[in-house]
């Protein structure tokens, strides 16, 4: 471990670079774009990006695969009722809960 | 131009807020209990969530840390896998409202994370500050308490509950993409290619060593193009 001066400047760094990543195109882009094309492109983008961020992410993010394949459906099946944000979040973690606890009565 | 409806209410925005205050506590405990456990100070792992703000740069940045890696890799690293918030940033900037000056942009451009601006992005029409700032608050709030609490108590929640809240975000996700690919083809196509891609990164040899925040960057502007091609937006859309 580096002496913690090199660690703060390090922090100050990642910080830095950080949010200029987010802040440039935030100030840059005022005005509204007009392209169709690029219009639908920024239309597009959040699905893409979530997508890809969810998977193949979700099947490692509990401490079974089979826990996570349950988390799954359930919340594919009450976010396609259009269940809202924070019962399909909820009920996602319920079921990891459950499955878990059958495989630990199961072995 | 119609004039279109703009989402500007603190208290709306907090409370969409709060579910992802809640999945994020889970992931920056872990943050927290690896930061310590690499060595770092507990307020230095707070600081870190606090400037930062973001879970993969973080964790990148704690191996970085701790290998005494070169300042130049560390910036290098940082812009490679933070790069997609400058798609979402650019994304963002085309639904706020006109009330939001640049100082304000300054500062709302610190709290865009990926969750942030996936909600803001489901909200109809425009944004607007107020709705904006209420919904980075419990984010943040919940970023920083939960490094705090894993870095100070390391072993503080039992495993069963940790491993259960690591889903959260990502039924939360599905919950924002799948009412609209249900309504609006085009967005389920864009989103199966996507995923479809990002599997292919994850799972084929050589194509995985490609750094994880690269991989989004490169799915979603594939798909996305793609999606603006083949299925261009109508005019005066939700868009």
Known sequence: MPEIKTVLLYVLVMAVVTYLIRMLPLVIFKRKIESRFIKSFLFYVPYAVLGAMTFPAIFASTASLYSALGGLLVAVVLAYYEKGLLPVALSACGAVLAVEWMIRMCV | ?239
Not at chain 2, 57 to 75: C, D, N, V, Y
Not at chain 2, 191 to 203: R, T
Request: hydrophobic share 50%; aromatic share 12%.
């Open chain 2, 1 to 239: 131009m119609q004039q279109m409806q703009s989402q500007n209410s603190f208290s709306k925005g907090f409370k969409d807020g709060v579910p992802i205050g809640l999945g994020y506590l889970s992931v920056s405990f872990t943050f927290g209990m690896m930061a310590v456990s690499s060595g770092l100070p507990v307020w230095v792992a707070v600081m870190i969530s606090m400037t930062n703000l973001t879970s993969a740069g973080q964790f990148a940045g704690l191996t970085l840390i701790t290998a005494g890696a070169p300042m130049f890799e560390m910036a290098l690293t940082q812009l490679v896998i933070n790069l997609r918030y400058a798609l979402m940033s650019l994304s963002l900037s085309q639904k706020l409202d006109n009330g939001v000056s640049t100082l304000h942009r300054l500062a709302i451009a610190f709290g865009n994370t990926d969750e942030v601006f996936a909600v803001a992005s489901g909200q109809k029409g425009e944004v607007g500050k107020r709705y904006l700032y209420g919904l980075i608050c419990a984010p943040f709030i919940g970023w920083v308490l939960g490094t705090f609490i894993g870095a100070a108590a390391s072993s503080f929640l039992p495993e069963t509950i940790r491993s259960a809240l690591g889903i959260a975000i990502y039924g939360m996700f599905l919950a924002i993409i799948i009412p609209p690919a249900k309504h609006y083809r085009p967005v389920l196509y864009v989103i199966l290619f996507s995923v479809g891609m990002s599997c292919l990164f994850n799972y084929v040899p050589v194509l995985n060593r490609v750094s994880a925040g690269f991989v989004i960057i490169l799915c979603a502007v594939t798909a996305s193009a793609l999606g603006a091609w083949l299925f261009p937006v109508e005019e005066g859309g939700d868009a």
